[in-house]
């Protein structure tokens, strides 16, 4: 069964540092994986979609990449605002529905 | 403006009610998605819907039941057979195929609290 782990669950940082986060899954036959972002008590927005076929997605300030073969993707973040705060999800997509992660709860200080 | 709206926003339920959470699209998805969400935990599949009239389990079906008569809503109803209901709950939509090669869109959410 495909588990997905989010490291780390929380991150503090100060305003324009440049961070990572993390995501991993058990099961390397995946169709694409979606990165998203939740702001508290809101619905989920998506930031990038990763094909299976494809290693990197970028938009903006964000860039997603994907390792099939290591079961790993990473949602790279420049110059962070404090704006960014929110917790950022990852799903695979199975055949029928997404599965994710528990997510990553990220700080941005000004 | 395209998208998924849910309503309402916040639901209390007493003991032993059903209630229902709408769920409705005008992004012409074909395939519509439940997902419950607990505080520290990632979203769980409730049930999914590929095409009108037809709907599947997801892994966590037992206490809720669905309908798919429309292609644009989906409404979910919470019955009194689910002992834990409160939760966030989540819809999404996703164009035909499903997520394999389709980006999920999601709902602002309902906050269901039990009294």
């Known amino acids: 069964k495909q588990e997905v782990t989010q490291i780390p669950a929380a991150l503090s940082v100060p305003e324009g540092e440049n961070l990572v986060l993390n995501c991993s899954f058990t099961d390397s036959a995946i169709y694409n994986l979606q990165w998203f972002r939740q702001d508290p008590g809101k619905g989920l927005t998506s930031l990038l979609l990763?094909?299976?076929?494809?290693r990197e997605q970028t938009s903006g300030r964000l860039n997603a990449s994907l390792d099939k073969s290591s079961g790993r993707s990473t949602l790279y973040i420049a110059a962070s605002q404090p704006g960014d705060s929110a917790t950022y999800l990852c799903a695979v997509a199975g055949r029928t529905a997404l599965i994710f992660g528990k997510g990553t709860t990220l700080s941005v200080s000004s | 403006d395209g998208g998924i709206t849910q309503s309402p926003k916040y639901l209390f339920r007493k003991e032993g009610q059903n209630v229902t959470l709408s769920c409705e699209q005008n992004?012409?998805?074909?395939?519509m998605y439940w997902y419950r969400q607990d505080p520290g935990q990632g979203l769980r599949l409730i049930y999914y819907s590929q095409i009108v009239n037809d709907f599947q389990k997801g892994d966590i079906a037992e206490g809720y039941s669905v309908s798919r008569e429309k292609k644009e809503s989906f409404p979910l109803t919470v019955t009194s057979a689910q002992k834990n209901p409160t939760a966030f709950y989540l819809c999404a939509s996703s164009s035909a195929g499903g997520p394999v090669n389709n980006e999920q869109f999601f709902g602002p959410g309902t906050r269901l609290t039990v009294l």
């Open positions: 992004l012409n998805h074909d395939a």
């Open positions: 990763i094909q299976s076929s494809q």
